[in-house]
């Protein structure tokens, strides 16, 4: 896979909405293991993570998986359950999900370092009720044809029957995602004399 | 809301500013690396044309793709020699210390940094992998970041966070011996869930907490994370200063007076408020095993796998994926469960006192045939401390393989791995399925201890009979 065919479409920018087909992987506390087994972050770019995404998982239902599964390919929004990549810290995994297609994930709940890896890659986290994520999954895998519309904006899901689901979107980051500052590293740039400030306030920056 | 407590303190302390979106600029004091979670970030300020801000806060070690037979160069593998050169590259071209195989120094990140004094009370500590929750032990506020935070770190020694809640865990009484902080922590973990700290750090204090030593507080807080918890910490006290004196990076001479004066200063006050509060009793936890596919699913050794009756209904469903994955028969006993391979080791029980307690088990016994058994010590410090104690030879003798130090089996990234459907006792911190290497591969957590215990007698067993018997 070449850069160019992988990089061209990752969030940049402010992001409005995010639009296309969903796909549904169901179950509690699916860590970043399963997202990502460990033997793929032998790399030093994340290229090509995409393949790999829940490699085992997919090697067991050899082809039935909705990673693999024809109807799916393409899809831009996952819809998950409970504390969804819970585990390692590794950045590889919500790379791993946006290298596949995924831009926008809505489930009952996150794992923090999960939740602030996928924002720093500009991939809004939506969450919802347990039972609006439940029913929201058995009308996708019902009906897998579907082309969502998520707002950030109003934190809602438009299915194609025209049926609104109202998310939740941190306030923060629903900002940092609408105004395309989600990116921190020139924010943090901005403040260098508040850093240096901070700094020279710390005994064990200045040998006690 | 908090108030008072050390966590509230020490992030204070390090704020720089406020930023859009309502997060706050925090300053990291300590930055550790590794090669698995740096490469990119390194990449990301090459191509930014950023230069790294405060290149003597960071620190780096190489741990997870490293081999553990022979660390000769160029490895083997030839994607884990670019992962180390890439390494290596990038901290001669920034002017980062990396403590290297070798050097006397290298070793597990969350293993070396506190043995090298460079973890201390009151620090904002950050670093690539999740359990860099290990270093709260000495009262820091440490967390795991992602690759675009490394290199947010790298290019402003700082990151944007949200303040976190903080729950004080509250541990009355003494763990009964043969009871070690790993089962202290995966009984808290059993109990509150593995997303029971999510939004919240842990403080983790009482009587048995203060009688923990430094290594069994680390044990502890490395953990933490797994209970859903970024970071977890113990409040600074006279065992975390005797630890840290006269270690290479802890402050000398009358700089020394003065860190253990604003050390102490920083500790949860009386009147400090928490957000919330759990209490346990350390003396009635029994040695804790994982018979399930997350940390969470762990039971005393003397308990039965939980059957779908005795699960909470929103649990059941992963209850019946881990029976299936694991073989294993809800209302048996886990005692008796066989093992194929059982490993020692890892940032949460991979220093000298783990090996210490395992060694004590192992001496003047023999490993089950069949059985593959191997200590990987968490740092050369920590192996070489455990050499001059002659610990290797009782493992050897005992029938165990003694190994170079890295993260080995805990994630299996280096030629250490289980094969297909083996099952280990483990003394890492994770049991998720595909974890330690193989896909169908399973895995039981459990202390060093019983992890020697169960290389002993072929199956999961009770420690705590070995310890009351001579061999
Ligand atoms: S020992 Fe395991 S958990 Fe610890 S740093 Fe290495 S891979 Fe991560």
Redesign the pocket.
Known sequence: MTAAMTTSSFPLGPIAAVLGRAVVIAGDDIDTDRIIP?RFLKCVTFDGLGEQVFADDRAELSGEHPFDRAELQGASVLVVNRNFGCG?SREHAPQALMRWGIRAVVGESFAEIFYGNCLALGIPCFTASHASVLSLQDQLIADPDQELNLSLATASLEDSRGQLWQLELQAGPQQMLASGQWDATSQLLAHDSELTRTAESLPYINGF | MSAGTLYDKVWDLHRVAQLPGGSTQLFIGLHLI?E?TSPQAFAALKDLGLRVRLPERTVATV??IVPTTSQARPFADPLAEEMLATLERNCSDYGIPLHGLGSGRQG????IAPELGLTQPGMTVACG???TS?HGAFGAIAFGIGTSQVRDVLASQSLSMGKLKVRRIWVEGQLQPGVYAKDLVLHIIRVLGVKGGVGYAYEFAGPAIDALAMEERMTLC?MAIEGGARCGYVNPDAVTFAYLEGRPYAPKAEGWERAVAWWRGLASGADAVFDDEVRFDAAAIAPTVTWGITPGQGIGVDETVPTLEQTEPDERPLAQEAYRYMDLQPGTPIAGTRVDVCFI????N?RLSDLQAAAAVAKGRHVAPGIKAFVVP?SEQVAAAAVAEGLDRVFREAGFEWREP???M??A?NPDRLEGRQISASS???NFKGRQGSASGRTLLMSPAMVAAAAIAGKVCDVRQMINTTP
Do not use: K, P
């Open positions: 460990a390692s | 590794h698995v741990d997870h597990i990140v969350h293993v992998d999740s359990h290990t490395n080791g890892s940032c949460t991979g968490g890295g993260c080995s805990c994630l990234m890492s911190n994770r």
